[in-house]
């Protein structure tokens, strides 16, 4: 009898435990705050490659490796994707 008393006690103070960060009052900025700083992180990381791959075109085309057409076509996808991901960075602030 005393050790399911025990035992009854020891579950509710794990679960109140485990639980009790979900009802926080400023649980819900801390999501905000979190998601605001993922989506902040993969857009920088979007903007990384993008910039690395209009080096590389650079590059590419320094070396001969592709034609002026293929180039200017290329070059004016990536730098749009570029400028769009500069912008909703700069949108979040």
């Known amino acids: ?7 009854a006690a020891l579950a509710l103070a794990a679960a109140v435990f485990v639980l009790g960060p ?3 009052p400023d ?5 905000r705050v979190a ?15 993008a910039l690395a791959a209009l080096r590389d ?9 592709i034609g002026d057409a293929d ?6 996808r990536l730098s749009a994707q570029a400028v769009d991901l500069m912008k909703r960075l700069d949108a979040l602030g």
Do not use: C, H, N, P
């Not at 009898?1 to 035992?7: D, L, N, Q």
């Not at 649980?27 to 999501?31: D, F, G, L």
């Not at 075109?57 to 490796?65: C, I, Q, V």
């Open 27 to 31: 649980a819900r900025e801390a999501e």
């Open 1 to 7: 009898m005393i050790a399911a008393a025990v035992i």
């Open 71 to 76: 180039y200017a076509e290329m070059k004016e």
């Open 35 to 49: 998601a605001k700083i993922s989506a902040e992180q993969e857009l920088s990381a979007q903007r990384a490659m």
């Open 57 to 65: 075109l650079d590059e590419d085309r320094a070396t001969g490796k």
């Open 22 to 24: 979900l009802f926080r």
